[in-house]
């Protein structure tokens, strides 16, 4: 095998850094340097830490699906509530229940999150909060969080990056008014964390609670048959 095609399968098979992160993997691994001075074993702990630091700012590329009216996860992670749920009120959705699909992710999850749609960008909404287990169903209300609503030809979608537990910054990369394709990337949470799709009235979730998902590739509705059904089996 020549060398090009040697450095050529090296280099696919490397996964990019989101450049958010450049700065936390230079501190992780001054500490880790600096722990191998002390002893040797806290070095190695070290830049393990300094190795699942680069992994968790990994930003790789996804191919989303772009038939019309589908609706892709925002995030990587497990699918931890799919239900009827009261929109947060920045979102400006009304106070009657919509379908729900939350996606929670651990700290070894790709942190970068994409549209679930492709349309204007109505309104972005901050709202401080607690940092409570972004497994929990009240994070949605109490957490710190950034909520997003998408106008898209096929109806409106709000997206809401929730901060955890460790999380304690929330990033979002893009602003008000600016059209968003399908699958764009459009912020990050730090460490660990939760997003919640909020889909228009009558739409049909087809994921289940416990489904893995990836962020612009896993399809979560869709709306151009918004009353179509899936089931589930696990095993």
């Not at 799919?82 to 651990?106: D, T, Y």
């Not at 990033?171 to 059209?179: A, G, L, N, P, Y």
Request: aromatic fraction near 8%.
């Amino acid at each position: 095998m020549a060398l090009d095609d040697v450095t050529t399968s090296i280099r696919n098979a490397m996964v990019p850094i989101h450049p958010e992160g450049r700065i936390f993997i230079a501190a992780f691994a001054i500490v880790a340097f600096i722990l191998f001075l002390i002893w040797q074993p806290l070095g190695w702990i070290g830049a393990a830490a300094t190795v699942w630091c680069a992994l968790f700012f990994r930003d790789p590329d996804r191919v989303t699906p772009l038939a019309d009216g589908l609706v892709v996860s925002g995030a990587d992670g497990v699918v931890c509530d799919v239900k009827s749920a009261i929109p947060p009120p920045e979102l400006g959705l009304g106070s009657a229940p919509l379908p729900r699909v939350a996606v929670f992710m651990n700290v070894f999850d790709v942190h970068v999150n994409r549209a679930p749609v492709g349309g204007r960008i109505a309104r972005i909404a901050y709202t401080p909060g607690k940092f409570l287990n972004a497994d929990l169903d009240k994070a949605s209300e109490d957490n710190e969080r950034n909520a997003l609503l998408v106008e898209s030809p096929y109806g409106t979608v709000g997206v809401v990056q929730i901060a955890g537990l460790i999380a304690r910054r929330i990033v979002c990369f893009v602003r008000e008014q600016e059209q968003l394709a399908p699958g764009q990337r459009f912020g990050l949470i730090r460490f660990g964390s939760r997003v919640d799709h909020y889909l228009p009235t009558g739409t049909v979730p087809l994921v289940g609670v416990g489904q893995r998902t990836v962020a612009g590739e896993t399809v979560i509705a869709d709306l151009s048959h918004p009353g179509e059904t899936r089931g589930f089996r696990k095993g």
